[in-house]
């Protein structure tokens, strides 16, 4: 064996090569392609086979688990996406999201992080859109942002392991108020500034006309909080203020700092309304 | 070899399950759940602390668990993931398994993960270098690992050991222990033409502290390892004759794609504690023909 040969049939070789098959995109020919150029090494040098069929029928199981696998993923995290889509449009996209996005993360939760932004990258821009193509063309991304946030609302630490968390104290703010006390949303709680009020969805049949059945708003934008009490995911459709007082709770903020950003006469009205909710940690001290 | 587990750590733990989302809520509601411990995926409960984690924190008062990996990437020549492996730890030091498990694979090369158990070409330098991982893993988990046998489609030219004898040498160099997956013997037997009773044979059986059973799928010439239907016959067979060769195997099986309810699963379960205590082989069903697409090592959700 040569040198060139030692180097095409090293481990990290072996390794670079059927990365490449399983992870490039086209048909399994392109793939081969692909590889041989990254890894200077074809096929006919790397698996044993009695014929070019066998090869290809050892190698599919790779190549095509590699996709439905991860598809299936998505598919997961996904559900109203992909009813929204339908299966065939949903595939194209999480394709072509797993093949320019390959997973870098050790755990599948980051799978999918990205597949909003992917929507939205791949929206084409037209001039002069109707209300209509306007929602087709950017309810997708909205759609995906939301269930991102479910997602993480049901994976992430919440209100209810207090003896894991220094947050001492869950839920609602004790009376009398001690203005000293740390307050913060939990890491579960996601807070969504929409265009569409995608969750409106969720109840709609499997064979809905989505345009028809989403309450369409462009004027303004909608403000939703997503969490979880008891480990079941909620939804609060939120005022603006609501919105901007719990953004300046993502941060850890002392309850009498929180109470003097907002004007005195609205501070019963916000505690009654921070104790109705009942979604955010507070530390007693 | 530095950690702190002995033989005496590996204890017998009966007949388990792999704890699955599906189950859930029976797991909850019922209080005799006919299992004697459970296996976790260690991936979906590092930083999961949703729900699952409530599950298993309330299973893991009642029975012992044991924590089995997809993403420890053992074989690959990118360096190891000291972060993953920070948090392997610190979920193991938080959920006190009997042991920690992954596979003889590697994941993904240059950064990308597949999330598949890719075979490795079986030779001395792949030998060595997994030996070299498998020594820094278990120096920075402070745990003697245990590694499974992979269930694979194709094998490359560059091998040159068979796979029993790769796994007795990583025993050898390595103190690691064996989790024989008689399911994944069974279909590499078939798509690769070995017999399957010389493998297990060859295997250093004082090392093997557990055994997967799962179900497969033919598919064309090969028999894919999906883990969605009972386990076959001669996968029972294998098993009984592996039963026959340690004195107490810890035994799970693994449901990963159409997953039954938890009692069918428990009534699977129970044929294998029927033959390990000496009952005939049942009948196993026939690993038919299928027109789709399987896929192998199905995501354990």
Known sequence: ?285 | MANNQTVDAFPHLGFGIGLRTKHYEWLLSHSEWGVDWFEIISENFIGNEGYGRHVLDTIRTVVPIVMHGVSLNLGSTDALNLEYLKRLKQLADELNPKWVSDHLCWTGHAGINTHDLLPLPLNEQSLEHTCNRVEQVQELLQRTLVIENPSSYLEFKQSTIPEWAFLSELVDRTGCRLLIDVNNIHVCSVNHGYDPYVYLNQLPVEAIVQCHLAGATASGNLLIDTHSKPIAREVWALYRHLVNKTDALSTMIEWDADIPEFPTLVAELNKARAIAAGDDIPEGLSQKETSDHPISNPIPI
């Not at chain 1, 180097?7 to 995109?25: A, K």
């Not at chain 1, 890894?39 to 086979?49: F, P």
């Not at chain 1, 390959?102 to 939205?120: N, V």
């Not at chain 1, 306007?134 to 003896?163: C, D, F, H």
């Open chain 1, 1 to 285: 064996m040569n040198v060139h040969e030692r180097q095409t049939t090293s481990l990290e070789n072996v390794q670079s090569w059927l990365t490449q098959v399983i992870t490039s995109r086209g048909d399994l020919a392109s793939k081969l392609k692909q590889a041989e150029s990254v890894a200077g090494s074809t096929v006919h040098k790397m698996i044993q086979a009695q014929s070019v069929d066998e090869q290809q029928e050892r190698l599919s199981v790779y190549v095509t688990g590699y996709v439905l696998r991860l598809v299936e993923c998505l598919k997961e995290e996904y559900p109203l996406l992909n009813r929204f889509l339908g299966d065939e449009l949903f595939e194209t996209f999480a394709k072509a999201y797993l093949i320019d996005y390959p997973s870098k993360s050790w755990t599948l939760h980051h799978l999918g992080e990205g597949f909003s932004w992917y929507l939205k990258q791949t929206q084409p821009i037209i001039d002069d859109t109707t209300d209509i193509e306007s929602l087709l063309l950017t309810l997708p991304a909205q759609i995906a942002v939301y269930e991102r946030a479910k997602a993480m609302a049901l994976l992430l630490r919440g209100t209810e392991q207090q003896n894991r968390s220094r947050w001492v104290i869950p839920g609602v703010l004790k009376q009398p108020l001690n203005y000293e006390s740390w307050i913060q949303t939990p890491p579960c709680m996601t807070l969504l500034s929409l265009d569409y009020p995608v969750w409106s969805l969720e109840d709609a049949g499997s064979n809905m006309t989505f345009t028809q059945s989403i309450n369409i708003s462009f004027d303004k934008p909608i403000y939703l909080l997503i969490s979880r009490k008891q480990y079941r995911p909620i939804n609060i459709e939120l005022e603006c203020w609501q919105y901007e007082l719990l953004s300046k709770c993502q941060d850890m903020i002392k309850v009498g700092d929180l109470l003097a950003s907002i004007p005195w006469s609205s501070r019963d009205k916000t505690l009654r309304w921070l104790n109705e909710i009942d979604v955010l940690n507070v530390c007693e001290v």
